[in-house]
């Protein structure tokens, strides 16, 4: 048998939503997923390393060989074939439903930080109005002022070896190290205060708040929400998502060229193109958690992203387009930050011929905190700085407009009781999360927001693993490829699948090994409220997992491996438009299966 009706099993029908529509251009779906690339949290991080696309390029191709492509196609899938969200594509095997609900937690947990990365550079675009830039070597001098400030030594100050010798003609170090800041880090630490955030990020450092970065949160939620109430349908949503990603694409090209004409040595701009040995080494784990990035910020988007595709929907090639798309977007943000770091490099390397003397630029953040010293340094600072930051706010709203539009819709398709409030659920939802990320208002919530990113990146990594289990070994490789052939004409290799049932899960554990590190490192440093989070949003929805198994297995009828095989086996797992669900079934060869059931009003459905 193809599937059961889910009333055989003595549970209510699933209910699709034949108003939700499909995307305005098949291309539509390509630039989503595209979009998803976007995600800024992990290269934000202080300890990642991003510096050479000729050490990237082979283990990114690789990467995107074994799994992240073969892993998209099982994604799109799940949606395409069952036009539903994330939640209820798990119906494919229903003791699994409740990673459908896990996926929905991290989405949110997600969200709930992931607005500093718009309100973040919408509060330096803000700035970048002002006739003379705050971070600018001449408006620097306007606010570091009196106190410890006038001790800060920062990039605009830099001084000659001779000055150098005789400020430290006392020191008894056989080796003396000079570090200078960067004005625009520095700009960034005054909405805290005046604190070095970057360098006292312990986590009994003191609470403090900005309300600058408050108004700028609220502003970026506001948006979100008016973007949602004027592109209510899935048509108009995905021509708004059209338009918004090619201007994000067209000012990242455009700024990738200005950055390009910067005033450094051009043997530090060639250096990212060239790899060595050892840089391809050392590029290896970061490569990894790149190409994570290709699912979003969250899990799920692409099956629900996908579920607005036609049936015939070609999800091989669009898998590739997808990802070269956003290997192309990897390699522009490399090249940014590598710049950043030359430019700072080049202003110091003056100093690399003096015996015993190590002078350096103690940059952050590069993308959104140091960059600013360095738009500050071209001709039309103001515009170049707009243009910058436009794209960075641009790029982060993309991505939450998109995690959001998943997770709506697969609220929807799961809960049909829920869809005649759909004003009501998608503006709650919003305010809630508004409030939720207030926290990342403070000099905490900015510094140690990646431990909850780690949190999610291992929840993420799971997800993953345990889709490969439920598609490739429970549902079964044949039925799979079976599947995929109906729906597209064309087959899945078998060579393909063996490579996502053997090799894929070692390449998963290895970066499930990465994330367990990582997230040990940051939860050190991280404050209490993130520790709370973290069992309340990543830690909980695991115990709920097997709660929910056992939960399915209690509803059905039979001795115990009779209920646990019948709960593994597909439910209403059909194309939803009748005319491929009838096609389906001839093709399968069950045309003896009927389902008028389904169509029963819910008060005539025992539950």
């Known amino acids: 048998m193809v599937y059961e009706s889910s009333y055989d099993s003595g549970r209510r029908p699933f ?6 529509g499909y995307w305005a251009a098949p291309s539509d779906f390509i630039y989503a997923c595209i979009s998803l690339g976007f995600r800024m949290d992990l290269i934000s991080m202080s300890w990642f390393i991003y ?13 995107m060989v074994l799994f992240v492509v073969p892993i998209m196609v099982m994604q799109s899938f799940m949606g395409q074939f069952s036009s539903s969200g994330f939640i209820s594509s798990f119906r494919i095997s229903p003791i699994f439903k409740g990673l459908g609900y896990i996926s929905l937690g991290v989405n949110l947990a997600v969200l709930s930080y992931y607005c500093m990365f718009a309100s973040v550079p919408l509060l330096y675009l803000f700035h970048s109005m002002r006739p003379t830039i705050p971070w600018s070597c001449e408006g620097v001098e306007q606010w570091l002022t009196n106190g410890t400030s006038t001790d800060v030594e ?9 000055e150098l010798n005789e400020t430290m003609i006392n020191s008894t170090d056989s080796y003396k190290y000079i570090a200078y800041e960067v004005p625009s880090v520095l700009f960034f630490n005054t909405i805290f205060g005046g604190e070095d955030l970057m360098e006292n990020y312990e986590y009994n450092s003191p609470f403090m708040f900005s309300w600058e970065l408050l108004v700028c949160t609220i502003l970026c939620w506001g948006i979100i929400a008016g973007v949602f109430f004027h592109f209510y349908n899935t048509e108009l949503i995905s021509k708004f998502l059209r338009y918004a990603i090619w201007t994000a694409l067209t000012l990242l090209v455009i700024c990738l060229i200005r950055f390009l004409l910067i005033d450094i040595d051009l043997k530090y701009i060639l250096r990212y193109f060239i790899a060595t040995p050892r840089d391809i080494a050392e590029s290896i784990p970061n490569t990894i958690l790149f190409v994570v990035s290709a699912f979003g910020p969250g899990w799920g988007s692409v099956i629900t992203l996908a579920s607005f595709n036609h049936f015939k929907t070609n999800i091989m090639s669009y898998s590739w387009f997808i990802c070269i798309g956003q290997m192309g977007i990897f390699m522009a943000y490399g090249i940014l930050t590598h710049i950043i770091q030359s430019y700072f490099k080049g202003i110091t ?18 993308l959104y905190l140091s960059s600013g010293s360095v738009l500050a340094a071209m001709t039309w600072p103001n515009l170049w700085s707009i243009i910058f930051y436009a794209m960075l706010v641009l790029m982060a709203l993309i991505t939450m407009i998109t995690c959001l539009f998943s997770v709506y819709q697969s609220i929807f398709d799961e809960f049909e009781m829920l869809r005649s409030r759909r004003t009501e659920i998608i503006f709650g939802i919003i305010g809630f999360l508004a409030l939720m990320s207030l926290y990342t208002c ?9 431990a909850m990113s780690m949190d999610s990146l291992f929840t993420q990594t799971s997800l993953n693993l345990l889709l490969l289990l439920v598609i490739l070994w429970i549902y079964g490789r044949v039925r799979f490829q079976r599947d995929i052939e109906f729906m597209l004409g064309q087959r ?18 290895l970066l499930l090994l990465i994330s367990v590190i990582a997230a040990f490192f940051e939860h050190s440093v991280a404050s209490i409220v993130l520790h709370v989070a973290a069992v309340f949003l990543i830690v909980l929805p695991w115990i709920f997992l097997p709660g929910y198994m056992i939960y399915i297995i209690l509803q059905t009828s039979g001795s115990f491996c009779i209920r646990f095989k019948r709960c593994c086996r ?13 096609q389906y079934e001839e093709a399968m060869g069950n045309m003896d299966i009927t389902h008028q059931l389904n169509e029963m009003e819910n008060s005539e459905i025992v539950a």
């Open 442 to 450: 403070s000099n905490h919530g900015v510094i140690f927001f990646s």
């Open 349 to 366: 390397q003056h100093f690399d011929d003096v015996e015993n003397l190590y002078v350096y630029v103690n940059h952050h953040w590069p």
């Open 492 to 509: 899945f290799s078998t060579w393909k699948v063996n490579i996502l049932r053997f090799v894929a899960p070692i390449c998963l554990c």
């Open 15 to 20: 209910k699709p939503d034949l108003t939700r």
């Open 570 to 582: 597909p439910l209403d797992w059909y194309p939803v438009e009748l005319e491929e669900r009838q």
């Open 51 to 63: 510096q050479r696309m000729g050490g990237a390029m082979f283990p990114y191709i690789i990467c």
């Open 154 to 162: 920062h990039s605009c100050r830099i001084k000659n070896a001779v």
